[in-house]
């Protein structure tokens, strides 16, 4: 029967190995989509995706492949992102799949994400498809790579597809690999219905589409359906399949990946990883479905136009219904009004839901500098855990302090050992192990406080190996610490959204940096600015703004009129994300400067 000629499989790599142009040739060999309207990385196809050229979401699409043994089969193909901030993304595409196509560079070899997204694929029992791809690449050497992987991995990769998914190479060889590797589902038709919610997306005129698994039974438009943990009702008003776009159906059924659709306007009523099920024949249990993603970065979102909050709140809460790891609460700020507390699996998840809030939503923002959550234990014998600088308690009320440290690992070729280990040391980590993967690389693994290295770490790491190591981190234990606040006081007045928490060692160098950045960054005034930064009432380190002298355009006299007007265009432009505290306008930038650590 039909099932028989179903496959469900991730694509999942490193970030940059070729999951998404995979995925484009995967989807012309197949006809899905036509020649001409064929385009790079097709299946990026948010803004920010082709912009950037990464991928930030899963997206599942539908093809048919008539395969050697005379078949025609269904593939649901996801691809996936490979950053580290977005491996959300990657573990709930898994859970709908029975296969996982691992794609590895054969220039690059073996990298961090990689060992991590297979694991998740292995701790799923998946069936590993490994793929060594551009192979075109005159440094492509894609034996030894084969090695890494069976040697690293412990994965059979003797009879791995070669491939370049640039050239179109091995393309086929693969497709044909999924249908005699990946099984095909299995669950029960005649079951009540079982489907697994693995995305969601908010449309204003369809409500909420859930992007859907079914592991049992059958559903079609009409039918009345539960979500199984909030409980709330719907009638399914359309079923359907992304190939690449939209395609309704008249069913969908065990073993297909599809949307749903049911007029669901109540934001609050889904989740990811909920279960849905037949309102009149419900299934006995719902689906493990996932675990909570705890944010590792918390920062505050503000409006620039302070009557634009209710709207935030609506576009927070549309947009978590697509990026399932966002968290957010209401704050209020001194100087920026009210606001959200919101969490983030990393600074890039951080930039990326900031820019689909201003484009998606059309919000301008400011965002306040990130922090990590800190436990502060008073003397009255609680703690408090702050993940908003200035609620830190008062230096007289703290007994002890302790911070998140994270496990890190990073891959690097022998060479770099001792330049990875400077640094890790300077950001002060605590060396834990060294492993040799093979001759030329080795694993050094470090408990790093969360704090250094979410900012900038990947960036020197990268420019102190030339771009070799890679690394992956896991939150691990909260460890003692010494840490004090830092406030900045503009014009003599506290700012409270730009105060930060520092560790004691580093916050006299800090001081000076950020005084000298908000000097640099904030725009001259018609009054001299003091810009100070203190711990309690001790001012450490000060600087001024100087009182501008003149309009900025004056000098261009009347007659170059297009300058003149470009200056000003780039003027407003750049008011345009600004926040005007007491008589001092405060950029974006500002409140981002302390995380400059030179
Ligand atoms: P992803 O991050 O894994 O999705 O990687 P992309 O598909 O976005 O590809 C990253 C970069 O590698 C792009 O510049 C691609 O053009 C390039 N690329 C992908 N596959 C190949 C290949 O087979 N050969 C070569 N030479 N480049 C490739
Ligand atoms: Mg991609």
């Known amino acids: 029967e039909h099932q028989k000629y179903i496959r469900n499989f991730s694509i999942v790599a490193h970030i940059d190995h070729g999951k998404s142009t995979l995925a484009d040739r995967i989807l012309e060999m197949t006809d899905t989509v036509a020649k001409r309207d064929m385009q790079n990385q097709l299946l990026d196809d948010m803004e920010l995706e082709r912009e950037r050229g990464i991928t930030i979401k899963l997206n599942a699409v539908e093809l048919k492949y008539h395969a050697k043994d005379g078949h025609d089969y269904e593939f649901h193909l996801i691809d996936t992102p490979g950053h580290v901030d977005f491996s959300y993304e990657v573990s709930r595409s898994l859970a709908a799949c029975e296969g996982a196509v691992l794609v590895v560079d054969a220039a690059q070899g073996v990298e961090a994400q990689t060992l991590a997204n297979v694991y998740l694929a292995i701790d799923d029992d998946l069936e590993i498809v490994p793929v060594i791809n551009k192979i075109d690449l005159p440094s492509a050497r894609p ?111 065990a073993g297909d990946v599809g949307y749903i659709t049911a007029s669901i306007k109540d934001i609050n009523q889904t989740r990811v990883g909920d279960t849905v099920t037949n309102a009149n024949n419900p299934a006995e249990e719902a689906l493990p479905g996932y675990r909570e993603m705890e944010p590792m970065v918390y920062s505050g979102l503000y409006p620039t136009d302070n009557a634009k909050f209710t709207d935030l709140r609506e576009s927070l809460e549309k947009l978590k219904l697509n990026d399932a790891a966002l968290e957010f609460e209401p704050e209020s700020s001194q100087a920026l009004g009210f606001g959200f507390r919101c969490g983030f699996l990393g600074m890039l998840h951080m ?21 990590v959550t ?27 302090v302790e911070e998140p440290y994270v496990n890190a690992t990073v891959m690097v070729p022998n060479d770099y050992v001792g330049a990875v280990m400077e640094l890790c040391q300077s950001r002060r980590g605590q060396f834990d192990t060294m492993e040799y993967i093979d001759d030329y690389r080795v694993n050094i693994m470090y408990s790093i406080p969360l704090s250094e290295i979410i900012f900038d770490f990947f960036d020197k790491l990268k420019s102190t190996t030339r771009g070799y190591a890679s690394l992956d981190y896991e939150l691990g234990d909260y460890k003692p610490s010494d840490l004090v606040k830092i406030d900045i006081l503009l014009n003599g007045e506290k700012v409270d959204a730009l105060s930060f928490i520092s560790h004691r060692q580093f916050s006299a160098s800090r001081a000076r940096i950020i005084v000298e950045k908000l000097k640099k960054i904030i725009p001259r005034q018609n009054f001299e600015i003091p810009v100070q930064a ?21 000098h261009l006299y009347g007659g170059d009129r297009t300058r003149r007007m470009k200056l000003l265009e780039k003027q407003k432009a750049g008011k345009k994300r600004m926040k005007a505290v007491g008589k001092v306008d405060i950029p974006q930038a500002a409140f981002m400067a302390v995380l400059q650590t030179d």
């Not at 299995?186 to 693995?198: E, H, I, N, Q």
């Not at 998606?360 to 922090?371: G, M, Q, R, V």
């Not at 908003?388 to 002890?400: G, H, L, V, W």
Request: glycine share 6%; net charge negative.
């Open 143 to 253: 034996d030894m790579v084969k090695k890494e992987v069976e040697d690293i991995i412990g994965i059979d990769a003797d009879n791995a597809v070669l491939a370049s998914a640039k050239k179109g190479i091995g393309i086929e060889d693969l497709l044909e690999r999924i249908v005699e590797e990946v099984p095909a589902p299995t669950g029960d038709l005649d079951a009540p219905l079982k489907a697994l919610v693995f995305d969601s997306v908010y449309d204003d005129y369809r409500g909420v589409v859930l992007s859907v698994r079914l592991e049992d039974g059958v559903v079609k438009p009409g039918d009345k359906i539960r979500l199984m943990n909030s409980g709330s009702e719907y009638e399914v008003t359309e079923v359907g399949v992304n190939s690449p776009h939209p395609v309704q159906r008249e069913y969908l059924m």
């Open 534 to 554: 203190a711990i309690g009432a001790k001012v450490i380190a000060r600087t001024n703004i100087k009182a501008y002298r003149k309009d900025v355009t004056a």
């Open 374 to 400: 800190y436990h502060f234990f008073t003397t009255d014998g609680n703690r408090k855990d702050v993940e908003n600088p200035s609620e830190m308690p008062d230096a007289s009320e703290i007994k002890s």
């Open 351 to 371: 930039d990326v839901v900031q820019e689909r809030l201003e484009r998606e939503f059309n919000l301008d923002l400011i965002t306040t500098a990130p922090s």
